[in-house]
Nanobody, 117 residues
């Protein structure tokens, strides 16, 4: 079992920045691919960014050049640095851990991000 705890959400004005954190209950980054998803009201959950066990990163087109995913193995924490935020970035952001090869997944409880003036 893996527990994921997100933090760092909040209210920010357009053009502002936030850094989300996702801390895992144990050392998993060598065997789990990590990702951030978001879900806006009335919309499906979408993948925003992911980072593999080898450190390869991928981003949704809508956030490329603005968001950066990274990990700190010593802290069992994955980050999502979000810059130049737009109102359409508003939603609940979820951390996801996907076990390599076996495929099962764990989710955090989510953290709300609201971009509004």
């Amino acid at each position: 079992q893996v527990h994921l705890v997100e933090s760092g959400g909040g209210l920010v004005q357009p053009g502002g920045s936030l850094r989300l954190s996702c801390t895992a209950s144990r050392d998993i980054f060598s065997i789990y691919n990590m990702a951030w998803y978001r879900q806006a009201p009335g919309s499906q959950r979408e993948r925003v960014a992911d980072i593999t066990t080898r450190g390869t990163t991928n981003y949704a087109d809508s956030v490329k050049g603005r968001f950066t995913i990274s990990m700190d193995n010593a802290k069992n924490t994955v980050y999502l640095q979000m810059n130049s935020l737009k109102p359409e970035d508003t939603g609940v952001y979820f951390c996801n851990a996907a076990r390599v090869y076996y495929g099962y997944q764990y989710w955090g409880q989510g953290t709300q991000v609201t971009v509004s003036s």
